[in-house]
């Protein structure tokens, strides 16, 4: 049997050449084929991805609006026993202001007043407001 | 009829230290193709590994049968 060359330290017999010609041969097209498969099925799925790092500094996932909700309520609970002290425009401001969380210039364009009119509301709800929390202290 | 056919036909009756120097032998073939966009993907090395087990039981009755 001629040793007729050396692969992986090892010596190959002559006959086995041949084998291990079409053997490495496909092996390599099958497997370049699966790793096209695999790829395109990643690459797909990582298409979608994006990462932590990636997302913009300024955007705030959805719980944003679950955050929004759940000071709404805290807010709700702490104002609403305070309501039927204020007026029917000084509610509103409150409501709007405090619990909708709309700016001043907002609230001011919703319920047709000009932003001082709302300030002025604003001023007189809370002095009622905070009268009352004194007094139940 | 070689050394090598004996080896082949060893791993496919289950030998798996047959298989396991035949796996060896390919490592620098499945290592290379392993690699994409420059970074080893430790997945993609899995996947073809399995796949190359899969393929040496395939590749047996299609070669040895044609020698």
Same mark, same amino acid.
């Given at each position: 049997? +001629?040793?007729?060359?050396? =692969? &992986? ?18 092996? *390599?097209?099958?497997?370049? &084929?699966?790793? *096209? ?9 990582? /298409?979608?991805? +994006? $990462? ?5 500094? /300024?955007?705030?996932?959805? /719980?944003? $609006? ?5 000071? =709404? ?14 007026? +029917? ?13 709309? $700016? ?9 007043? $000009? ?11 809370? =002095? ?7 007094? &139940? /202290? | ?5 004996? #080896?082949? %036909? ?20 499945? %290592?290379? #193709? ?31 049968? %044609?020698?």
């Amino acid at each position: 049997m +001629s040793k007729k060359h050396i =692969q &992986n330290g090892a010596l190959i017999p002559a006959e086995d050449e041949q084998i291990i010609a079409e053997l490495t041969a496909y092996l *390599s097209v099958s497997l370049r &084929n699966e790793r *096209s498969k695999y790829l395109k099925k990643y690459g797909k799925i990582r /298409d979608f991805e +994006s $990462s932590i790092e990636d997302l913009k500094p /300024d955007f705030e996932p959805e /719980d944003r $609006s679950f955050e929004e909700r759940i000071e =709404q309520m805290l807010a709700w609970d702490m104002v609403k026993n305070y309501l039927p002290l204020l007026t +029917s425009k000084e509610c509103e401001v409150v409501l709007c202001l405090y619990v909708n969380r709309l $700016s001043t210039a907002d609230t001011a364009k919703k319920m047709n007043l $000009s932003p001082e009119t709302v300030r002025w509301h604003k001023k007189n709800a809370l =002095q009622k407001i905070r009268k009352a929390m004194e007094e &139940n /202290d | 009829m070689g050394a090598y056919i004996d #080896l082949l %036909k060893s791993a496919q009756s289950g030998d798996t230290t047959a298989a396991t120097v035949l796996y060896e032998q390919y490592q620098p073939l499945i %290592k290379k #193709l392993s690699w994409h966009d420059g970074v080893f993907g430790m997945d993609l090395y899995q996947t073809l590994s399995v796949a190359f087990f899969g393929r040496i039981i395939e590749v047996q009755s299609s070669i040895i049968n %044609k020698i």
